[in-house]
């Protein structure tokens, strides 16, 4: 099987341009909603605020008969000046055991009043079972400060290394890629937080920065193919180089995202709550990071080059 | 040959070495896998002091640690973070609420004087509390939980007694009077410690050791309100007390004592308060549960990844397999050596460096797989195969590091637990991937029956296979 990718490059373009649009729409719906307020939907890592954990001690006896109903949780929620709190179920064996709360940034004392007065309604928890999350707005703010820096720090990074391996506009199409590749996991967790209330937190900027390595792994490793044939063959029209440089790494590039895609699975699947979003994070960057660099950061080089006419020869037949 | 022999030797030496490292030292856990909590404590600049430096930071840091010490929580972590914070660690805490109580606001620093006639008593509660002090050491070396709280309230009960021996000056002398405190070496190896107060606190401690001097009552200085110092006032100081708003405190006190001394006087008088600006708690049960869904993930990727690579590239993969298991060993055992608190994100970022392990293999063997198609023998093309792929390799894998190295530098606690294994495996696996998986493979290449090109390649032009079998 070969694939002739040049050939149909604007179909490639366009169904990127397509995805990277609705994710742009999302984030521009998501900072008008009244209830987000920015392009995601940020956790409290990045704006402040506590969020609790529960879950009741069922080796007491009596203690786990009734099922939590939310609207008691609601109403202890009221009386405690905490009504705009979003709440939610945790079900453990089949029976809703937990609770959920996500409140503004409460003091140790209002804090310890909100649990006392649930566990009087709801019955008692397990202290063992506990998450108890705070953070400080000015934090949040650091936070997110720091995380966005790193990810400009790295694209720095990247592109200097590039461009000392490379030639500068590979450099540069790679990191196009690589954001394309960011836009569309940002885009996509933008429309899941509208869409399922899927929220980013540090991790999220941790997969983001795993992403950018990635993806620009998966193009380095075609560009390197693409150098090497151009060395060897400097007179081949530039595309079908790089069509054949794409061909001879693909089965490198399936395989590789999907042995990765197996290991983030099996964390998607087995790897408990905190790190679920975290690894679709990554599942939706790493399949976004193959997919460009096959058909975006190849296809732009291309272009790019048969403009320039760098590498390339009249064809004399014509 | 020679070098192959050595290097297979290096391996196997090399995987004894990690296992026995894995077996010996363990890998500390951190507070998301084993439970407890974890408190930021942020600095604030006051009007007094507009500027948080480093003295400062570490008076707050010392007025910090006699708090947690109070708690009787055992193998406290508390460092400084940055310029204005201060991380603190409390394994095994579910319900950190005591200690938020304890360690918000301002430090409260006091001298009082001693009640007259006291004198017995006050020797009896001290001579009890050393022995507490001692005893409370011992215990938290033992991990005996009930016996450390039952301990701490007797500690607390006797403090409370103390206390109530002393009196408040009026109005009272307290830290926002004192300007600086420092230890200072006298003759030998003997050190004091100077305080040194503003006008309006030298009148206040001018009338407080006029009182005292020649008593032989002592002066209380209370650091949140337990008694950190009792210095007495010499009797020649009777007629008008310590004047001038300076002092030293005497006493045969080492460096580290003086230096210990002036420190937690010095965050007593910081005007600083403190806000906790992040707490995070995670009960042990839900910390156990994390700890066993992460390794199910971990196995059950490891497992696929292994499965795959067998199938697909047959030998070598069976080959890459051996070298993943060395590399996860490796890896391991590299986290055991440096210490690496492993957190729930650190195991994320384990488990991901093993499919970038894999990476490295597959290119290796892609590559080899072309060169076999192009015609070429099977030792050649092994060998093309690795020193046409390494390019890409490293090229791939300093991506990668740059943006570990970036989250490393700018990024928060967990966040750095992530991009510290994940940076590490890398490492490791380029390692893994050009030293194990070379080796292994020019040892099958050397074995005769191993030597059919199916092994490799399957589907491979029946004219090509007749040249490779050469």
Known sequence: ?318 | MQRQRSLLVLIIVLVIAAIMVIATIPVPLGLDLRGGSQLTIQVKPSEEIKEITERELEAVKKVVEGRINGLGVSEPVIQTVGTDKILVQLPGLNDPEQAERVLGGTAQLEFRTQKPNTETQIFGLQVSRKELKAKQEELRKSNDKEAITQNQEELQNNNRAIAELFESTNPPLTGKYLKDAYGEPTQGTNWNVAIRFDPKGGELFADLTKKLAGTGRTIGIFLDKELISSPTVGVEFAPTGITGGSAVITGRFEAQEANNLGVQLRGGALPVPVEISERRTVGATLGKDSIQSSIYAGIGGLILVLIFMVVYYRLPGLIADVSLVIYSLLTWATFCLLGVTLTLPGIAGFILSIGMAVDANVLIFERTREELRAGKSLYRSVESGFHRAFSSILDSNVTTWIACASLFWLGSGLVKGFALTLALGVGVSMFTAITCSRTLMFLAVSIPSWRKTELYCPKLPASNKAEVAQ
């Open chain 1, 1 to 318: 099987m070969t694939l002739r990718i040049n050939k149909a490059r604007s179909i490639w373009w366009t169904i990127s341009a397509a995805i990277i649009l609705s994710g742009i729409i999302s984030m521009v719906i998501s900072s008008q909603n009244p209830n987000i307020k920015a392009p995601l939907r940020p956790s409290l890592d990045f704006i402040g605020g506590t969020r609790l954990q529960l879950v009741r001690d069922c080796s007491q006896p009596g203690n786990c008969d009734k099922p939590i109903d939310i609207n008691t949780v609601r109403e202890v929620a009221k009386d405690q000046g905490l009504g705009d709190s979003s709440i939610q179920l945790i079900s453990e064996n089949g029976q809703e055991n937990g609770i959920t709360i996500r409140t503004k940034n409460l003091e140790t004392e209002q804090r310890t009043n909100l649990q006392n007065a649930l566990s009087e309604k709801t019955g008692t928890f397990d202290p063992q079972k506990n998450q108890i999350d705070s953070v400080g707005p000015t934090l949040g703010r650091e936070l997110l400060r720091s995380g966005v820096l790193a990810l400009v720090v790295s694209f720095i990074g990247i592109t200097i290394y590039m461009s000392f391996r490379f030639q500068l506009d590979y450099a540069i199409f790679a990191i196009v890629a690589l954001f394309h590749d960011i836009l569309v996991t940002v885009g996509a967790f933008s429309i899941l937080g509208l869409v399922a209330g899927i929220e980013v937190d540090s991790l999220f900027i941790v997969a983001l920065l795993t992403i950018t390595g990635f993806s620009v792994n998966d193009t380095v490793v075609i560009y390197d193919r693409i150098r090497e044939t151009i060395k060897i063959n400097p007179d081949r029209p530039i595309a079908d180089i790089v069509d054949d440089a794409v061909n001879q790494t693909l089965s490198r590039s399936i395989n590789t995202t999907l042995t990765t895609l197996l290991t983030l699975t099996a964390i998607f699947l087995f790897g408990g709550e905190t790190l679920r979003n975290f690894s679709l994070a990554l599942i939706i960057g790493f399949l976004m990071g193959a997919y460009s660099s096959i058909f975006i950061a190849s296809t732009l080089l291309t272009l790019w080059r048969e403009r320039t006419g760098k590498y390339t020869i009249e064809n004399i037949d014509n």
